[in-house]
């Protein structure tokens, strides 16, 4: 008997460092799969009626963890959707367990050039880049994904990503995304 797709359930969670371009391909793979997207801290944001900036500000870095672990937990659940979480998200608690438990998770590699190319490009306010200059934004960013590959590397897949400045560029990663979970 043929397998019915209806019964197949998709759940892809992408994961990596800031600026490495979690939400633009999220987004554009759900449009290309026609499933909902959410992106975790979009969905932060809209619970707590707070952005991510003013979270960090009143609770640190500690509080905002905690509400990050909180409602991982909700967009998780979620059946036949893409989610894109937050840079920090699999280097807290057993969050990296937890959506290896839950999903098709993808790592987007990219190296500190290409990431720090895609944080001058976009306007998100990203509190741990804060007040510093480029030189100590490079060396921050640089040291803490040395730190954290340790979590993303724990992904089921990991996808090469570089430049993500056209959409044609944009389209061929999403390509690559759906090749590497073989859909
Ligand atoms: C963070 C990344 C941010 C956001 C918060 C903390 C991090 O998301 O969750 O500012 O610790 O790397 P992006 O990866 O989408 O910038």
Redesign the pocket.
Known sequence: MAESKANYLHRIIIIG???AG??TLGKALSKDLGLPFYDL?WYIESRMRKT?EQIFVERGEEG?RTI?RNMLHEVAEFENVVISC????PCFFDNMDYLNQQAETIYLKATPDVLYSHIKMSK?V???LQNKTADEVKTYMSEQLAKREAYYSKAKHTIDIALLDSNDKIQSAVKQLKASIKL
Request: charged share 30%; hydrophobic share 25%.
């Open positions: 460092y800031m600026g979690k939400t801290d991510i905002f990050e937050g840079g920090g998200t998100k990203r509190p741990l």
